[in-house]
């Protein structure tokens, strides 16, 4: 017989028949819900620092914070990281635990409603909402750092990414 | 808490105009990096982070712009279409900053070992050029000395051949001459004093023993004459013959220097030819340096080759490149007619041939010349 010593045709042959023969809602995908965006985003915020946190350590594990380019950079990574841990304080106080709600009184007033916490966390909300304060010095200090080692480069100075000062050992 | 919205809202605009424009300077700076050291991954990956986080600025900011221009303008309701879209997007660049930035590590370790990898292969290649060119050195020093000994061979060859055919044709002669020198001394004795006849045989007899000299000379050359040796201070010997020289030449403005090597032992050799030998090499060095210049003697001894090195040293016109192969030849002399027989070389090299030793010469025209002896220290058993 042709089919003798292929049991797993048979087998799959069987459930592609029982599949288009017997429909039935399987649920094969996960459905995205509402809350999903927002955690996705706070963790995006979570491994942002994290990753932030981690060139700031090799950058001084590295000792090349000594030196003003890179030294600059690594300001920059802890502006970066203070901007984004203000920004999850904002999406958790408003979106996420919903102690805060923000209505527009007008185009240029606002009401801040804290349902715990007071005023102090009203004003706290507020002040994280003007994270362009932590993000613009942290790109500032970017552009500076890099704009230190290209002069650096230029005036024929080692290059503070050369490999030379660390022992490959 | 009622509050106004100015703060946020300007902070907000300015902000994100900000993060826009320094986004963009930075990834202007990277770039510039990169392209100067395009092997140094850091900065590729600096590079990369300015670029993503560019990304992220300028879609949060323009996020927020628009957010803020769309409440002004009251639409505020198509906000809410645009949001998760804008969200979305900043979340996403956000992670890819983020995970770029993690690369930093790698990057940082991936350059190291090209670099350590690097720098070794440039020091294995200057290494290795080191020992081409060492070889390379090496070979044509080699070689040099190797066409200076063929050379040297070929002339002491040829010199060999001269000085057999001297020998043959001076004991040929020195016979003949020897009948003619005595038979002129008979027929002297029966001439009367100051007649024409005596002084014509007196003229014979002179050249007979101008002849005579001339044939001895060849057969010191031929080193057909045995050296009586004694045993004598090669020092010793030199004073001799600067004093002899300054007596019969006119060393007035020479400047004649002696440098002595203590170490130098006594010698058992004929000092009478090994002064006939200093006598001529340091006559031939007045000649060179004319009325004013300076002669350098100086000796030396090398204990492991058990030899003494005895050099004439002159600041002179020296020898010219085509007459070095000549200068030990049998009357070949570069001074004028009735100056020089040609034979005070060729004796000189002879007598030292036949002390076991040799005779070398430098010379380069218009600066002097070296004429260094290179003698066997014998003493009286083993000479």
Same mark, same amino acid.
Request: hydrophobic share 45%; glycine share 8%; charged share 20%.
């Given at each position: 017989?042709?089919?003798?010593?292929?049991?797993?045709?048979?087998?799959?042959?069987?459930?592609?028949?029982?599949?288009?023969?017997?429909?039935?809602?399987?649920?094969?995908?996960?459905? !995205?819900?509402? &809350?999903?965006?927002?955690? %996705?985003?706070?963790?995006?915020?979570?491994?942002? /620092?994290?990753?932030?946190?981690? =060139?700031?350590?090799?950058?001084?594990?590295?000792?090349?914070?000594?030196?003003?380019?890179?030294?600059?950079?690594?300001?920059?990574?802890?502006?970066?990281?203070?901007?984004?841990?203000?920004?999850?304080?904002?999406?958790?106080?408003?979106?996420?635990?919903?102690?805060?709600?923000?209505?527009?009184?007008?185009?240029?007033?606002? !009401?801040?409603? &804290?349902?715990?916490?007071? %005023?102090?966390?009203?004003?706290?909300?507020?002040? /994280?909402?003007?994270?362009?304060? =932590?993000?613009?010095?942290?790109?500032?200090?970017?552009?500076?750092?890099?704009?230190?080692?290209?002069?650096?480069?230029?005036?024929?100075?080692?290059?503070?990414?050369?490999?030379?000062?660390?022992?490959?050992? | 808490?009622?509050?106004?919205?100015?703060?946020?809202?300007?902070?907000?605009?300015?902000?994100?105009?900000?993060?826009?424009?320094?986004?963009?300077?930075?990834?202007?700076?990277?770039?510039?990096?990169?392209?100067?050291?395009?092997?140094?991954?850091?900065?590729?990956?600096?590079?990369?982070?300015?670029?993503?986080?560019?990304?992220?600025?300028?879609?949060?900011?323009?996020?927020?712009?628009?957010?803020?221009?769309?409440?002004?303008?009251?639409?505020?309701?198509?906000?809410?279409?645009?949001?998760?879209?804008?969200?979305?997007?900043?979340?996403?660049?956000?992670?890819?900053?983020?995970?770029?930035?993690?690369?930093?590590?790698?990057?940082?370790?991936?350059?190291?070992?090209?670099?350590?990898?690097?720098?070794?292969?440039?020091?294995?290649?200057?290494?290795?050029?080191?020992?081409?060119?060492?070889?390379?050195?090496?070979?044509?020093?080699?070689?040099?000395?190797?066409?200076?000994?063929?050379?040297?061979?070929?002339?002491?060859?040829?010199?060999?051949?001269?000085?057999?055919?001297?020998?043959?044709?001076?004991?040929?002669?020195?016979?003949?001459?020897?009948?003619?020198?005595?038979?002129?001394?008979?027929?002297?004795?029966?001439?009367?004093?100051?007649?024409?006849?005596?002084?014509?045989?007196?003229?014979?007899?002179?050249?007979?023993?101008?002849?005579?000299?001339?044939?001895?000379?060849?057969?010191?050359?031929?080193?057909?004459?045995?050296?009586?040796?004694?045993?004598?201070?090669?020092?010793?010997?030199?004073?001799?013959?600067?004093?002899?020289?300054?007596?019969?030449?006119?060393?007035?403005?020479?400047?004649?220097?002696?440098?002595?090597?203590?170490?130098?032992?006594?010698?058992?050799?004929?000092?009478?030819?090994?002064?006939?030998?200093?006598?001529?090499?340091?006559?031939?060095?007045?000649?060179?340096?004319?009325?004013?210049?300076?002669?350098?003697?100086?000796?030396?001894?090398?204990?492991?080759?058990?030899?003494?090195?005895?050099?004439?040293?002159?600041?002179?016109?020296?020898?010219?490149?085509?007459?070095?192969?000549?200068?030990?030849?049998?009357?070949?002399?570069?001074?004028?007619?009735?100056?020089?027989?040609?034979?005070?070389?060729?004796?000189?090299?002879?007598?030292?041939?036949?002390?076991?030793?040799?005779?070398?010469?430098?010379?380069?025209?218009?600066?002097?010349?070296?004429?260094?002896?290179?003698?066997?220290?014998?003493?009286?058993?083993?000479?």
């Amino acid at each position: 017989m042709a089919l003798r010593g292929k049991p797993l045709f048979i087998v799959l042959a069987g459930a592609l028949f029982l599949l288009l023969a017997v429909p039935h809602p399987v649920m094969a995908t996960q459905p !995205h819900g509402d &809350p999903e965006g927002i955690v %996705v985003h706070q963790l995006s915020h979570v491994f942002f /620092v994290f990753s932030m946190a981690i =060139l700031i350590y090799w950058l001084h594990n590295r000792k090349l914070s000594v030196q003003p380019g890179w030294r600059e950079i690594r300001y920059a990574a802890f502006f970066l990281i203070l901007w984004s841990t203000g920004a999850f304080i904002a999406h958790l106080l408003d979106e996420q635990l919903g102690w805060i709600s923000v209505s527009r009184m007008d185009t240029w007033t606002m !009401h801040v409603e &804290p349902s715990r916490g007071g %005023v102090a966390l009203a004003w706290l909300y507020y002040i /994280v909402k003007l994270d362009h304060l =932590l993000c613009v010095p942290a790109l500032f200090f970017l552009y500076r750092g890099l704009g230190r080692l290209s002069s650096q480069k230029d005036s024929g100075g080692e290059p503070d990414a050369d490999a030379k000062r660390e022992d490959p050992a | 808490m009622t509050i106004t919205w100015i703060p946020i809202i300007t902070v907000d605009v300015l902000g994100a105009i900000l993060m826009i424009i320094f986004s963009v300077l930075a990834i202007r700076y990277a770039w510039r990096l990169n392209r100067r050291d395009p092997d140094n991954l850091v900065w590729t990956f600096l590079l990369w982070v300015c670029v993503c986080l560019a990304g992220f600025a300028i879609s949060r900011s323009a996020g927020h712009i628009l957010k803020q221009m769309l409440f002004v303008a009251g639409h505020g309701a198509v906000w809410a279409h645009i949001r998760p879209v804008s969200g979305s997007l900043n979340t996403l660049l956000l992670i890819i900053v983020a995970a770029v930035t993690l690369f930093f590590n790698g990057a940082w370790h991936i350059y190291q070992e090209i670099f350590s990898e690097r720098k070794m292969l440039q020091e294995t290649q200057s290494e290795l050029m080191e020992l081409n060119r060492t070889l390379e050195n090496r070979v044509q020093e080699r070689t040099e000395a190797l066409l200076k000994h063929e050379k040297q061979m070929a002339q002491t060859d040829r010199l060999a051949s001269i000085g057999q055919l001297s020998s043959g044709i001076a004991h040929e002669i020195n016979n003949p001459l020897g009948v003619i020198q005595g038979y002129t001394q008979l027929l002297l004795r029966g001439e009367k004093p100051d007649s024409q006849k005596q002084q014509d045989l007196q003229v014979i007899l002179k050249h007979a023993r101008n002849c005579k000299a001339i044939v001895e000379d060849l057969l010191h050359f031929a080193r057909r004459s045995a050296p009586e040796k004694s045993e004598i201070n090669i020092h010793e010997v030199i004073d001799d013959v600067l004093v002899f020289i300054r007596h019969r030449a006119k060393t007035e403005k020479i400047h004649i220097e002696t440098r002595y090597d203590e170490k130098v032992i006594p010698m058992y050799m004929d000092e009478k030819k090994i002064k006939q030998v200093l006598v001529n090499l340091v006559m031939n060095a007045r000649h060179a340096v004319g009325d004013n210049g300076s002669i350098t003697i100086s000796t030396g001894y090398d204990d492991q080759e058990r030899q003494v090195m005895v050099s004439v040293a002159d600041d002179g016109y020296g020898i010219d490149v085509k007459d070095l192969d000549r200068i030990f030849d049998p009357f070949f002399t570069t001074k004028p007619t009735g100056e020089g027989t040609g034979l005070g070389l060729a004796v000189s090299y002879g007598i030292i041939k036949n002390h076991g030793g040799e005779i070398r010469v430098s010379s380069e025209p218009g600066k002097g010349s070296v004429f260094t002896l290179i003698l066997p220290v014998n003493t009286a058993g083993n000479s």
